[in-house]
Nanobody, 114 residues
């Protein structure tokens, strides 16, 4: 079982920055990890992905150049650095661990004010 706990959400002004963290209860070193987000009334969408070793990352077009996904496999923690935030980035952000099955955190709300 892998338990994931996101933190770092909150209210931020447009153009600002925020870093989200996702702490895992066990080792995540073998697993790819993702950040998803879900805005009100919309489907949950993939924001960024990172390979188990951290060497391969991918981003949704909407966040390329503004968000950076990273991980610390010693601390069993996933990160999402967000810069130049826009109101359309407002959503609940979820971390996801692709292990023998998908594991999800409870989400953390990010609200970007214009």
């Amino acid at each position: 079982q892998v338990q994931l706990v996101e933190s770092g959400g909150g209210l931020v002004q447009s153009g600002g920055s925020r870093t989200l963290s996702c702490a895992a209860s066990g080792s995540i070193a073998l697993y790819a990890m993702n950040w998803y987000r879900q805005a009100p009334g919309q489907e949950r969408k993939l924001v960024a992905s990172i390979s188990s070793g951290g060497g391969v990352t991918n981003y949704a077009d909407s966040v390329k150049g503004r968000f950076t996904i990273s991980r610390d496999n010693v601390k069993n923690t996933l990160y999402l650095q967000m810069h130049n935030l826009k109101p359309e980035d407002t959503a609940v952000y979820y971390c996801n661990c692709v292990a023998w099955r998908d594991f999800w955190g409870q989400g953390t709300q990010v609200t970007v004010s214009s």
